[in-house]
Nanobody, 126 residues
Framework: QVQLVESGGDLVQAGGSLNVSCAAS????????MGWFRQAPGKARDFVAA????????YYAASVKGRFTISRDNAKNMVYLQMNSPKPEDTAVYYC???????????????????WGQGTQVSVSS
């Protein structure tokens, strides 16, 4: 059974930086796409970034492109989201998710990801 555990969420000042992590276990991730999504109170769960495990291709939401970087460590089965210059509107619970054999069109769709972590809170103060 695939398990995803996020960590690293914190309170950070706008313009600072924060790195959140996702530890993946219980499966083989060669064909996986690892995604980060976020959900603010009263809002839908939105796509943030994704990385295709096999070829390390990356995808970003327009709102975070140029500020956030997704990466993975193959040896440790870890996925990271480096958040630079965060803004108060980035405040949300951040979720790590895994989907398999996702098409490019599906990568930003939360309903295509099969496994989810419990989330980690990121709060950005102004």
């Amino acid at each position: 059974q695939v398990q995803l555990v996020e960590s690293g969420g914190d309170l950070v000042q706008a313009g600072g930086s924060l790195n959140v992590s996702c530890a993946a276990s219980g499966g083989t991730f060669t064909l996986a796409t690892m995604g980060w999504f976020r959900q603010a109170p009263g809002k839908a769960r939105d796509f943030v970034a994704a990385i295709v495990w096999r070829d390390v291709s990356t995808y970003y939401a327009a709102s975070v492109k140029g500020r956030f970087t997704i990466s993975r460590d193959n040896a440790k089965n870890m996925v990271y989201l480096q958040m630079n210059s965060p803004k108060p509107e980035d405040t949300a619970v951040y979720y790590c998710a895994t989907g398999f054999l996702l098409s490019r069109d599906a990568i930003q769709r939360a309903d295509r990801y099969r496994y989810w972590g419990q989330g980690t809170q990121v709060s950005v103060s102004s």
